[in-house]
């Protein structure tokens, strides 16, 4: 236990281990109901179809990396809205082409003999 508060406290002064990249990190910082209609808006932007977001989360997005937020619309549609640190513009998947990109991430991680991508099947 001692060894994990150190390990712990090591890594909050060196200031590694942001939660999320600049753009999650604004994301996070808007209230739940101004977060959900900038993450509409994203997805309405690529072209896909989502009347009103109900849930999001960052599940993964540490500072540098992509942020990669799950998103469910009241459409029942589910999206992944990942945005790169410059975050100008959001990739976003709907859930089918997230599957297929899942698994196609996990095999060529699998083929380099490496674990698999942060990201996973979208909510139902």
Known sequence: MKRLFTTFLVI???G???LANEP???????SEQDRHKALADQVRRSGEECDVVIRSLLRHGAEGEPGFW????????SYWVIFTERGD???VLNCEASKEFSEKLA???RRAGQSPGPITECWK
């Open 12 to 14: 909050i002064a060196s």
């Open 70 to 77: 799950n998103v469910g619309c009241r459409n029942q549609m």
């Open 16 to 18: 590694a281990g942001s």
């Open 107 to 109: 095999e060529d991680a």
């Open 89 to 91: 513009r959001a990739l």
């Open 24 to 30: 999650s990190q604004k994301l996070l910082a808007l």
